[in-house]
């Protein structure tokens, strides 16, 4: 079947850095994203990744390993407004997102 | 921007009432999707739309129809409402299939509440 794993809470400290990951199994694999999505609000976009390495936007970066069917989402800086759920999904042989069930992030001061 | 409206942020119904739920996109994208959010599980494809007067089965399909009669609008219906079906709708659209981040993003709506007693 298809899977994808992480973690359900995590909790960092404002300026700190954080790293969630996420791990995956599917049928096929069309690319991996990651979405941010705040409480009560619509998911969006905040990464993608189909190639292996680090990609890196501001704050944000996501790393990909395919070999190893991994990802993770690095936030550096760590402010209250990044206090949200963050979705990590993967495109499988149909083009078609499977997602995983979300890590919400709870900043303290 | 890309923007998907839904016409209703919180709905209450009771069981056995019909549901439409209604969904807008405004940039022309060909790839409409429902999807239903639920505490401690993935997103979950209902149906989606390649194209005006199509559809296509998504994960859990029971207990749903569709309709896209333009290609602007995809609209979701509980023909029996069943208070399972309780849950966080989430319309999203994309412009393309296939390779690449631009043809994939899904832009999301707001999302529709919904509660069946």
């Known amino acids: 079947g298809q899977n994808i794993d992480q973690p359900t809470e995590m909790t960092a400290t404002e300026g700190a850095i954080v790293q969630i990951n996420c791990t995956y199994q599917?049928?096929?694999?069309?690319?991996l994203f990651w979405y941010q999505q705040h409480a009560g609000e619509a998911p969006t976009f905040l990464s993608y990744?189909?190639l292996d390495g680090l990609e890196e936007k501001g704050r944000f970066s996501s790393f990909l390993s395919r070999s190893k069917g991994y990802s993770y989402l690095l936030l550096k800086e760590l402010q209250m407004k990044d206090s949200a759920s963050y979705l990590c999904a993967v495109g499988d042989s149909n083009y078609q997102l499977i997602w995983g069930a979300g890590t919400k992030l709870i900043i303290k001061p | 921007d890309v923007k998907v409206t839904q016409s209703s942020r919180y709905l209450v119904k009771r069981t056995g009432e019909k549901v439409f739920l209604e969904c807008v996109q405004d940039m022309d994208h060909e790839n409409m999707f429902w999807y239903r959010q639920d505490p401690g599980l993935g997103l979950r494809l209902i149906y989606f739309?390649?194209?005006?007067?199509?559809?296509e089965k998504g994960d859990i399909p029971e207990g749903y129809s569709v309709s896209r009669e333009k290609k602007e609008r995809f609209s979701l219906i509980l023909e029996s409402a069943s208070t399972n079906q309780t849950s966080m709708y989430l319309c999203?659209?994309?412009?393309?299939?296939?390779?690449?981040?631009?043809?994939?993003?899904?832009?999301f709506g707001a999302g529709s509440r919904l509660t069946v007693l």
């Open positions: 739309s390649y194209d005006v007067k199509m559809k």
């Open positions: 990744n189909v």
């Open positions: 599917t049928s096929g694999f069309n690319g």
């Open positions: 999203a659209s994309t412009p393309l299939t296939g390779l690449g981040p631009g043809a994939n993003v899904l832009t």
